[in-house]
């Protein structure tokens, strides 16, 4: 897997690690040139943005897919975008797929420290795979 950073990324390994350990994930993979982005706006311009990973869920009885958009921010990222891409995917992206009915359910959850990244994505991932039509994946916002 292509890590970020000179050396390779820590927190980035470390989420790999969990996935590939994680019996409800089918699949996952570093979102490094696949050309998945979202649009957003942040103090008026509008940008697009690159989620680290995306996670196919195991399919379920009702064969519809599920795609966990997971995001590590660390503290060497500024607050104000960082925090326009997650609203805007978790409260405006993810809302409007699912609403579309036609690929499948999405979920958002932002890893912002190794220590809660086991809990947050177990959570995420249990959120996700219980979710049903077109209401919103909940326990997935910021802790």
């Not at 912002?112 to 077109?134: N, V, W, Y």
Request: hydrophobic share 35%; aromatic share 6%; charged share 20%.
């Amino acid at each position: 897997m292509v890590l970020d950073g000179k050396k390779g990324n820590t927190w980035e390994e470390l989420l790999a690690t969990l996935l590939e350990a994680d019996d409800d994930v089918a699949a996952y993979v570093k979102n490094d040139h696949l050309g998945f982005s979202i649009p957003y706006v942040h103090e008026g311009q509008t940008h697009q943005y690159i989620p680290d990973f995306l996670c196919r869920l195991q399919e379920q009885s009702d064969g519809v897919n599920r795609t966990l958009i997971v995001e590590v921010s660390g503290g060497l990222k500024s607050p104000g975008p960082t925090e326009a891409k997650a609203d805007t995917a978790r409260h405006q992206w993810c809302p409007a797929v699912n609403n579309h009915q036609g690929w499948g359910r999405w979920a958002y959850v932002e890893v912002k420290s190794k220590h809660e990244a086991m809990p947050r994505l177990k959570e995420a991932i249990a959120a996700l795979a219980r979710s049903t039509g077109t209401a919103p994946v909940t326990a997935m916002g910021p802790h």
